[in-house]
C-alpha cells in the first residue's frame, strides 16, 4: 500500500516522450506494458479516483494490446503513439465504454458514435485506459477525484480525473475539456502541463456538450514536449511555422539548456502581463510566486510588457457566464425535462440559471465576444506582445472535495478562445502545486507551445517544479 502524503508514490508523472519512445523500440513488449500500467491503476487508483472503475480493464487493454501488435509486427515503424495508454474524459464517448458523464443517469441515454479526438487517438495506436472522472456533465458539481499531492485537496476540475492520472503516474497523456477553466486549472493544481488550444481547433464530435460556443478538447500531459507530441495528433491542419519545436523534444523533461531563448533565425517572444483588476483576483500567494516567475523570466533575457488589458474583466464575466448558461440549458432541455430529479443540486442551479436568459441577451453576449476578440488582437499588436502570462489558477488548489476552485484566471482567454498552456510553476507555501498560463494568438497553437519551450526552461529553475520529477 502507497503511504498517503504529499512526498509519495502518488506523485510520479511519467513522460509521454519516453514512454512512447520506448514502446516503439518494444521496451517494454505490449504485454508487460498492459499488466504494469492495470497493476498501478489497480493499486494507485482507490486513493486518488481518477478513473471510472472498470472491472474488466486488464482483459480488455490485453485484446486491444493483442490486435494493435498483430497490425504492426515491428514497432519501430507503428503510429507515434503505438501502445501509449491514455485517459479519456468520461463526457467523450469511445466505442467499448460507457459514457456516464458523471451524473446518475442511464448510460444509455447518453450514448453516441466514438469521438472523433478519439478515433485519432486510436489512429496514433494509444490504447484507451479507461474514462477518468469528470464534474458532473462537465459543469461544477465535482466527482469524487483527489489531488495526489495531497488527498484532502480538490485536484481541480471539471477535467479532475484527467489531471489527476497524470499527476499520479497512472497514464502519460490524458484528454479533458474546457468550456470556462477545466483544463488550465486542474493542471496548475496537479502539477502537470495542461494545453487547451484554439477553439474549434480539434473537433467536437462525439463529446457531450455544456456550452458549445466555448467548449474545447484539451490535454494534459507531464511536460511541455509531451504536449509538443501529442497537439500535432489531435488538432486540425497543425503546421511546421519553423519554431524550434525540435528544441523541447530534445530532451524528455524539456528542462535541458541554460534557460535562454535559442531559436535560431527567430525573436525570443515578448511576453505580456495584463495587470490591473483581472490579475488582483488571484490570491496573495500566487501573485507572489507570479512575481518571481517573472523575474526568473526576465534573467533569462526575456522582454516582459505590463499591460492594462483587461480593466472590464467584472462585465466579461458576466458576458460569459450569460452565454455559458443559455447553452447549458439548451444543451440539456430534453435530459432535464425527463431526468431533472437525478440531476445535482449545482447543475441544476445552472440549468435554472440558462432557462431565465433571454435569447436576444445570449445573442448580445456573442456580439460582444467577437468585439473583445477583436480589442485583444489589437492590443496585443500594439503592445508587440507574444505571449500573455498569468497565473494559471487564483492560488494552489484549495482543501476540501466540494469544490472544484476559481475559473477566473482562465475566463477571458477561454471567453476569446484563444490557445492557452499551463505550465508547472514550482510550488506555493504550503507545498501544493503552481502553475504559470501561457496564452497566444488565435490560431497559433504551433507557435505557443514552441515559445513555451524556454519558459519552461527557466521556471525549470525553480526548486520542485514537478517536470523535474518527471520519469
Known amino acids: 500500500m502507497d503511504v498517503i502524503g504529499r512526498q509519495t508514490p502518488l506523485v510520479r508523472p511519467r513522460s509521454l516522450v519516453r514512454e512512447a519512445a520506448g514502446l516503439r523500440a518494444g521496451d517494454p513488449d505490449l504485454a508487460v506494458h498492459v499488466d504494469r500500467l492495470c497493476a498501478r491503476i489497480e493499486r494507485v487508483d482507490p486513493l486518488v479516483r481518477a478513473f471510472l472503475p472498470e472491472s474488466g480493464r486488464l482483459h480488455r487493454l490485453r485484446a486491444e494490446a493483442r490486435a494493435l501488435a498483430a497490425r504492426h509486427p515491428d514497432p519501430a515503424t507503428a503510429p507515434p503513439l503505438y501502445g501509449v495508454a491514455v485517459g479519456v474524459k468520461d463526457i467523450v464517448h469511445v466505442n467499448g465504454l460507457p459514457t456516464h458523464a458523471g451524473s446518475a443517469l442511464p448510460p444509455g441515454v447518453l450514448a453516441g458514435p466514438q469521438a472523433a479526438v478519439v478515433d485519432r487517438l486510436r489512429a496514433a495506436g494509444a490504447l484507451v485506459a479507461g474514462k477518468t472522472v469528470t464534474a458532473e456533465f462537465a459543469a461544477s458539481a465535482p ?74 478538447l484539451g490535454l494534459f500531459t507531464a511536460d511541455l514536449a509531451g504536449a509538443v507530441l501529442a497537439a500535432p495528433l489531435l488538432c486540425d491542419d497543425w503546421r511546421a511555422d519553423g519554431w ?116 436576444e441577451d445570449h445573442e448580445a453576449a456573442l456580439r460582444a465576444r467577437e468585439h473583445f476578440r477583436d480589442r485583444i488582437a489589437e492590443e496585443t499588436g500594439r503592445a508587440g506582445v507574444d505571449l500573455w502570462l498569468a497565473p494559471s489558477a487564483t492560488g494552489p488548489a484549495p482543501p476540501g472535495l466540494d469544490s472544484t476552485g476559481d475559473a477566473v484566471m482562465s475566463l477571458p482567454w477561454s471567453y476569446a478562445g484563444l490557445p492557452a498552456l499551463s505550465l508547472p510553476a514550482g510550488p506555493a507555501a504550503g507545498g501544493l502545486p503552481l502553475g504559470l498560463q501561457v496564452v497566444g494568438a488565435a490560431g497559433a497553437d504551433e507557435r505557443l507551445l514552441a515559445q513555451a519551450a524556454v519558459l519552461e526552461r527557466a521556471l525549470g529553475r525553480v526548486r520542485g517544479v514537478s517536470g523535474q520529477g518527471v520519469r
Open 143 to 216: 466527482g469524487p477525484t483527489r489531488n495526489p499531492h495531497d488527498l484532502g485537496h480538490t485536484p481541480g476540475g471539471s477535467s479532475s480525473g484527467s489531471a489527476a492520472a497524470v499527476a499520479a503516474g497512472l497514464v502519460p497523456l490524458a484528454i479533458g475539456t474546457q468550456t470556462v477553466g477545466s483544463v488550465i486549472r486542474p493542471a496548475a493544481y496537479c502539477g502537470v502541463v495542461g494545453f487547451r488550444p484554439t477553439y474549434g481547433r480539434i473537433p467536437m464530435d462525439g463529446v457531450i456538450p455544456n456550452a458549445p460556443s466555448f467548449d474545447t
Open 244 to 359: 524550434p519545436v525540435d528544441d523541447c523534444q530534445a530532451d524528455g523533461n524539456g528542462l535541458a539548456g541554460e534557460g535562454r531563448w535559442t531559436g535560431e533565425g527567430a525573436a525570443p517572444p515578448v511576453l505580456g502581463v495584463p495587470v490591473g483588476p483581472y490579475l488582483e483576483a488571484a490570491r496573495p500567494e500566487a501573485l507572489k510566486a507570479f512575481a518571481e516567475q517573472l523575474e526568473l523570466l526576465a534573467a533569462a533575457e526575456l522582454t516582459v510588457h505590463q499591460v492594462d488589458l483587461l480593466p472590464d474583466i467584472a462585465e466579461l464575466t458576466r458576458q460569459l457566464q450569460t452565454v455559458n448558461r443559455f447553452e447549458l440549458a439548451r444543451s440539456h432541455a430534453d435530459w432535464f425535462t425527463r431526468f431533472g430529479g437525478l440531476y445535482r443540486p449545482e447543475t441544476v442551479a445552472g440549468i435554472r440559471h440558462g432557462q431565465s436568459v433571454a435569447p
